[in-house]
């Protein structure tokens, strides 16, 4: 198996888990307090937050769904490879941002999101997988 499509595979698992584990804390099944760093304060700014990272990351799924071949949008590669590589650098900052997060949870994902980026990176960097 190619290895790039390998990485789209994998990523979009993970992808799809992180998805179900932010709907599980807008339906209140896992508590808010342990994610966001330990620094939302109520309901109302967990719905916001939680609604915005489901959407980007429904947004980052049908991108490397893109990239995949796995969903048939006629997408310019430049678009897609520059879009992916604002994620890349977004979850290297984001690793960042959860070793300084209050809850060892959250510091927990941060293993996570660097696991992320290197699938991300290896998409771009073999690229031998087209739109």
């Given at each position: 198996m190619?290895?790039?499509?390998?990485?789209i595979q994998?990523?979009?698992g993970?992808?799809l888990m992180v998805t179900v584990f932010?709907?599980?804390i807008?339906?209140?099944l896992i508590?808010?307090d342990?994610?966001?760093g330990?620094?939302?304060?109520n309901?109302?700014e967990?719905?916001?937050?939680?609604?915005i990272?489901?959407?980007?990351?429904?947004f980052?799924?049908?991108?490397?769904?893109?990239?995949g071949n796995y969903?048939?949008?006629?997408?310019?590669?430049k678009?897609?490879?520059?879009?992916?590589?604002?994620?890349f650098?977004?979850f290297?900052?984001?690793?960042?941002?959860?070793l300084?997060?209050k809850t060892?949870f959250?510091?927990i994902?941060?293993v996570?999101?660097?696991?992320?980026?290197?699938l991300?990176?290896?998409i771009l960097k073999?690229?031998k997988y087209?739109?």
């Open positions: 190619n290895k790039t499509l390998n990485s994998i990523l979009l993970m992808l932010h709907f599980f807008m339906l209140k508590p808010y342990i994610a966001w330990g620094r939302l304060t309901d109302t967990m719905y916001i937050f939680e609604a990272s489901i959407l980007i990351n429904l980052l799924i049908s991108i490397v769904s893109i990239k969903l048939k949008l006629r997408v310019n590669e678009v897609i490879n520059s879009i992916l590589w604002i994620f650098i977004l290297l900052l984001n690793t960042l941002g959860n300084l997060a060892n959250e510091k994902f941060s996570l999101t660097l696991i992320l980026a290197l991300i990176w290896n073999k690229n087209h739109c």
